[in-house]
Structure formats: C-alpha cells, structure tokens
C-alpha cells in the first residue's frame, strides 16, 4: 500500500493541491491523508473513491492498474497464468498482463491428444484471431472448412467463422492464439 500513498502525493503534488485542499474536498482531516500519502494508514474504498474523484483519475490508476505491463512487461514461460480447462484435453493460459487498455489477448492453448478447444471459442464475439502452431498438429474448422495445420503453420480468420479446434497427432500440440477485442 505504500505505493497507493506515493501515487496520491504525486497526483495531488501534480495539481497543485494542499493536503488541507484535498481533505477538505474529501471530507477527511489533512493527517489522515498525510498518513496515507507515507503508508501508516489505508483508505476505505469509499475515501479512496472520494481521493480518486477529487484528484480527478480513476482508483485504478491509483491502485497502479495498469503499472504492471509498464513496469515488467515480461512474462516468463513458467509464470503465464492459467485461464481456464476444459475437460475435453485443451488447457488456456494467458501470455500477457491484463491492461484494459490493451488491443489484442494474448494465449497459448495446450491441446493434450485428442482434445479439443470446446468451451474456449467464442463465434458470437466480432474479433479477428490469429493461431500459430507451436508445436504438433490441428485441425481448425472454419465455418464447415477443415485446415491441417502443422507446426509453423499460421492462419487469419474471424472470431464468427470459427466452429472447432482440435489436436489431431498422438501428442501434445501448442498454438500461440491472440485474439483482438470486439471490433465491429
């Protein structure tokens, strides 16, 4: 929480505003804000709400939201995050920080032998995907058209064309697959 506290003194410090300012903006004494401000103290998320507003930013960009993909942009391999299983063999892990502001999803699927990506897709969503074969073999199906794809191999499509993704060899197939947000 010490760094909540840093990034309210340099808003505040930035707008040019007095503790007494903002506590009087916030309904809360000026010690109170001090304490905050250097970590002794940690604000309700109703006061945190008030301080956000009243030093005109967002909680989250005072609870450092979206610090993470500045600060550390790396990912390694043994440290991506699990997403989801199903229980037709397909294991989703995001490859990347979330950040509501980012312009693409990036996943790796692990398809075990014989599974399938059931539950994952979504035809509904208006995005474009694009899948790398990482290792092993696929079969994706596009609107009632199946593609082999082998290791290397790459394919473009959008999100509504997609009917299945399966893994088609007698081992494990990875599939670098990211996804952009809805865009229509």
Request: glycine share 8%; net charge neutral.
């Amino acid at each position: 929480m010490q760094k909540l506290g840093e990034r309210i003194k340099k808003r505040r410090e930035m707008i040019n505003l007095s503790l007494n300012s903002l506590g009087k903006l916030v309904g809360v004494s000026p010690s109170l804000l001090s304490q905050i401000e250097n970590g002794k103290a940690f604000p309700s998320i109703h006061t945190l709400k008030n301080i956000a507003d009243s030093l005109t930013t967002s909680v989250g960009s005072l609870i450092g939201e979206n610090e993470t993909i500045v600060e550390n942009p790396v990912i390694k391999f043994g440290d991506r995050k699990l997403v989801k299983q199903n229980d037709t063999g397909a294991t989703l892990y995001l490859l990347s920080h979330y950040s509501p502001i980012q312009k693409m999803e990036t996943f790796m699927i692990r398809l075990e032998v014989n599974g399938n990506c059931t539950g994952f897709t979504e035809s509904t969503r208006h995005a474009q995907e694009f899948c790398h074969i990482l290792n092993g073999v696929v079969e994706i199906n596009l609107a009632g058209n199946l593609y082999i794809l082998k290791q290397g191999d790459s394919i473009y499509f959008d999100s509504k064309s997609l009917n299945a993704i399966g893994n088609v060899q007698k081992g494990v197939s990875d599939i670098l697959w990211i996804v952009s947000p809805d865009t229509f």
